[in-house]
C-alpha cells in the first residue's frame, strides 16, 4: 500500500488542527450551524436524522491490520462498537458526539487516514476494483493509478466547488468488479499493441436520473491520462449546471450537449492543460507503484484445504462461495461476507475488525480490502491456511456462506439513520435475508443481485441490481417499487421498473414470487436469474409480481 511521506503526514495534521478549532468555534457558539455546515464536510462530518455521522476515506479500498484495528479501537471509544461499511470503500461512523471528532480523526492520523473529502461537492474518495493485485483476470492493478488520482484531486485548488460531487472508480481487470460505468469517471486499463492505457468513461451515474457512463476515449497511454482527467473536470466545472442540484452532476452536462460536444472541449481543454505536465506526475507514479509491490507469495502443500474441502460440508459450501481465483498458485482471495441472516448489511463489530486484522497479520500479508458491496476481502490467503481462517471467521460470526447470493444484499442506511431517507432499508434487507435462509433456497437460486435504497438517492445502487427495490415515501406510507435486469459489470445496464410499488408488510412476498419464478423458468441450473431474464424479458417476470393483473386479464 502507499506509504505516507513526512509532508502527507504534516499536510494531515494540520488540516486536522485547523479543523479542531472551527469545531470549537462551532461548540462556543461563535460559528453557526450554518457557517459550520461547509467546513464540518469538507472533514467528512454529516448531520444526519439522530446524530453526527463520521465518513472515513478508505481509498480504493486497500486496509492493514495496523488501520484496521484504530477503526475499531474508534468505534469502541467514541461510537457505539461497530463502523459501517460503505458502497464507496468508505466506513462511517454513525454516532460521535461534536467534540470527540477532532480526536476521532487524530487517531486516525496515526495510521494514515482520514475524512478528507468524502462529502461535498468535490472528488470523492477514489475507489477501485476490490480484488486489486490479486485477481486471476487482472491485466494490472489498478491502485497505483486510484493513488495518483487521489493525491492530485486532494485540495486541488480549481476542484473543491464542482456543481456537484464527483465520483471516480478504476478497474484493472477483465471482468469489473468496481462498476466504473456507473460512475462520473470511469476508468478501465486496457492493452493495445503491447501498451497499456485507460479506456476513459464519463457520464455515469444512479440517483434521480440514472445513467450508464459513455466512452469518451477508447485508449489514453499512462502518461497523458492525468491531464485527461483535469481537462474533463475542468470542462465539467464550467459547463455543469448550477441552477439545479437535481441536474448538476456530469452525467446530466454530457446528456444535454452530448459525448461529441463534450469530447471537442475535453480535446481543447486537454492541448492547454497537457504542456503544464512536465512528467513529475509520471515520477511520482513510479514511486507509488514501488510501495505496491506484490507480497512474497509462499509454496506450501495444500492438502489441509482438500481435506476439509472434501469431509466438512459447511468448509466446502463457504470455499464454493466466498472463495475467487488468485493470481499466484496456491492461493485464493477470501471475501468475508457481513451479511449474516439478519444483521445490518456492512456492519462490523470492534471484535470483527480487530479478528479480521489479526487474520490479515497472520495469514494475509497484512492486506485487508472493503469492496463496494459492503464486504471485507483478504486478497492474499494459501489455501494451506484456509481452513483455519474460516474456523476463526464461523466463531466470530463472519462464516456466511452467501457471497453473491440473494442474502448478499447492497443496502444503504434508510430511514434508520439517514436524513434525506424516504423509506427504511436495513429492515427490509434482513427480511428478505431471513425469510430465504428459513426456505434453504438460496443456493439453490444461485447468482443474483439484490439491491436496497431508500430513497432516490440510489446509495444502495438498486438501478444496477438484478432485482432492485427503491423505498419511497407515499402519502406517509412506505412504499418499495422494485426494478428488474439490472446490470453492474461488464454489461451495465439500468434496471427496468417493474411496476406499481408494493407496502412493506408486502415486499418480501413480491421477492418470494420473482424468485419462484425464475427457479420455474430457467432452462437449467446454472442459468442466473439475470441470464433468464435477459432470456426472456420481462414479462413473465411482471406476470409472477402482479397475479391480481393476469386475474383481472382473464
Known sequence: ?????DFDRDFLAERNAQFRAQVERRIDGSLTEDEFKPLRLMNGLYLQLHAYMLRVAIPYGTLNSAQMRVLADISTKWDKGYG????????????PELRDVPDMLDALGTVNMHAIQTSGNTIRNVTADHFAGAAADEIADPRPIAELIRQW????????????KFKVAVSGAAHDRAVVRAHD??????ERDGKRGFEVIIGGGLGRTPMIGKVLYDFVEAADLLPTLEAVVSVYNLLGRRDNKYKARIKITVHENGIEDIRARVDAAYARIRPQFTGVDQQLLARIEADFAAPKFKTADTRSFDEAYANDPLFRSWADTNLSAHKADGYAIVSISLKAHGKTPGDASAAQMKLIAGLAERYGHDDIRISHEQNVILPHVHKSDLPSVYAALRAQGLGTANIGLISDIIA??????????TARSIPVAQEIAMHFDALKLEHDVGPLQLKISGCINACGHHHVGHIGILGLD?????????TLGGDATDT????ERAGPGFGADEIVGAVER???????????????????YNRLGAAPFKAALYPEKQSDAA
Not at 461499511?85 to 461512523?93: C, H, K, L
Not at 484531486?153 to 456537484?164: G, I, K, M, V, Y
Not at 430457467?522 to 439475470?530: D, G, H, V
Open 1 to 5: 500500500m502507499y506509504h505516507y511521506s
Open 84 to 95: 459501517h461499511f460503505t458502497t464507496r470503500q468508505n466506513i462511517q461512523y454513525n454516532w
Open 153 to 164: 484531486s486532494t485540495d486541488h485548488p480549481e476542484f473543491q466547488f464542482l456543481p456537484r
Open 185 to 190: 469517471i470511469g476508468l478501465r486499463i486496457v
Open 412 to 421: 444503504c442506511p434508510g430511514m434508520d439513520y439517514c436524513a434525506l431517507a
Open 474 to 482: 407515499r402519502a406517509g406510507v412506505e412504499n418499495y417499487q422494485i
Open 492 to 495: 451495465a445496464r439500468i434496471g
Open 514 to 532: 420473482l424468485v419462484l419464478a425464475y427457479l420455474d423458468l430457467r432452462t437449467e441450473p446454472a442459468e442466473t436469474f439475470l441470464q433468464t
